[in-house]
């Protein structure tokens, strides 16, 4: 999966710097190298874990400090930017409800993980779920750049928006089930993670409904890029501190394993 998760952010990504017209900025270089660190951390940890190369798992592990905060703060300050173009435009940001819960839903599952960190198997299904939520995103960006049933090459092709968001969701309920149907106790985050994205769609409905989408979209927009930057970076990071994270050493719990697979 994370695997997975990697090739669809360099081809999420593709359009924007090898389109028709690309035109990447200071913004987009910014996740994509936030992206791709939680994704390579991700992945070392696993391979350190399954190695049973446990002080090395937790020395790795501190960095969630950096790199949590810094994908939720580049997360955060592009929310405000695509609202901030909806705003100027005059079309609205589609992406307002997305982009928005998207963010609290990552803050969300890495939280999650360090409550739940002395169970081993589902820390690390908390925090590999996470991978889920920007292989979606990724997918969604993959299926209207790359695949020509589904790009937008005018007004008339709109409706291949829902398409492909209805895709993305599809596989990305496919997988999370996968999970749970391999290990129930433990697999839930990856259901979860899926789950978030019709979540948010039918939360964009109901917004929609009672007028608050456009109101969201001026707030949101009217925030600054930078403090928002700064703002949610010390947030995640403090988070993160105010539950003991970096400051101690856990000794080995059962549900470790010698041949290094979690229980």
């Known amino acids: 999966m994370l695997a997975a998760a990697l090739v669809l952010t360099a081809t999420g990504f593709w359009d924007i710097y090898f389109g028709d017209s690309p035109a990447p900025g200071s913004r987009q ?21 399954a190695t049973g190369n446990f002080a090395g798992h937790r020395v790795v592990g501190t960095w969630v400090l950096l790199l949590a905060p810094l994908l939720f703060a580049s997360t955060s300050m592009l929310s405000v930017h695509s609202a901030r173009k909806g705003m100027v435009s005059g079309l609205g940001d589609a992406l307002i409800v997305q982009n928005v819960m998207g963010t609290l839903e990552f803050g969300l599952l890495v939280l999650l993980a360090f409550v739940f960190r002395k169970r081993r198997r589902l820390h690390g299904a908390l925090l590999l779920s996470t991978a889920i939520l920007f292989m979606g995103i990724a997918l969604f ?67 929609a409904e009672i007028g608050l989408i456009q109101p969201l979209t001026r707030f949101v927009g009217s925030l600054g890029e930078i403090p928002v930057l700064a703002g949610s970076f010390a947030l995640m990071l403090g988070l993160l501190l105010a539950m003991g994270i970096g400051r101690s050493r856990p000794a080995m719990q059962p549900g470790w394993q010698r041949t290094g697979a979690p229980e």
């Open 141 to 207: 960006f993959t299926l209207i750049g790359l695949v020509p049933a589904f790009r937008i090459e005018g007004p008339e092709t709109f409706h291949r928006f829902a398409s492909a968001a209805m895709t993305g969701q599809a596989v990305c309920l496919a997988v999370g089930l996968a999970f749970v149907a391999r290990d129930w106790r433990n697999g839930w985050p990856f259901l979860l993670a899926a789950l978030f994205f019709p979540l948010n769609e039918l939360l964009r409905v109901l917004l």
């Open 29 to 49: 270089h910014f996740h994509l190298v936030a992206n791709l660190l939680w994704l390579t951390l991700l992945t070392w940890q696993l391979r350190l874990a």
